[in-house]
Nanobody, 123 residues
Framework: QVQLVESGGGLVQAGGSLKLSCKAS????????AAWFRQSPGSEREFVAT???????EYARSVEGRFTISMDNTKNTLFLEMHTLKVEDTAVYYC?????????????????WGQGTQVTVAT
């Protein structure tokens, strides 16, 4: 049984930083791709960043240069470092894993999802 557990969300002032973690358990994830998505009320789930099996990464234009996705295979943990946060970054952030390893921008590419962690950026 694969489980993904996110942590690290919270309330931060605009311009601040947060680091999200997604701890995976249930099997080795070294060949998996992964991603972060986010969803705010009334909106569809939105792609944020992805990392594939080779650890190549891609970002949504809205976060490029401010967010960094990484994976620690020794700890089966996915990270999202977020800097220079903006009010519009406020959302529930979800991690997702892709057993095929390719990662990608579409939610349909992912087999496993975390429960979400709230990030709120205040003015």
């Amino acid at each position: 049984q694969v489980q993904l557990v996110e942590s690290g969300g919270g309330l931060v002032q605009a311009g601040g930083s947060l680091k999200l973690s997604c701890k995976a358990s249930g099997r080795p994830f070294i060949t998996y791709g992964a991603a972060w998505f986010r969803q705010s009320p009334g909106s569809e789930r939105e792609f944020v960043a992805t990392i594939d099996w080779s650890r190549a990464s891609e970002y949504a234009r809205s976060v490029e240069g401010r967010f960094t996705i990484s994976m620690d295979n020794t700890k089966n943990t996915l990270f999202l470092e977020m800097h220079t946060l903006k009010v519009e970054d406020t959302a529930v952030y979800y991690c997702a894993y892709d057993s095929a390893g390719g990662g990608g921008r579409s939610p349909n590419q992912y087999d496993y999802w975390g429960q979400g962690t709230q990030v709120t950026v205040a003015t």
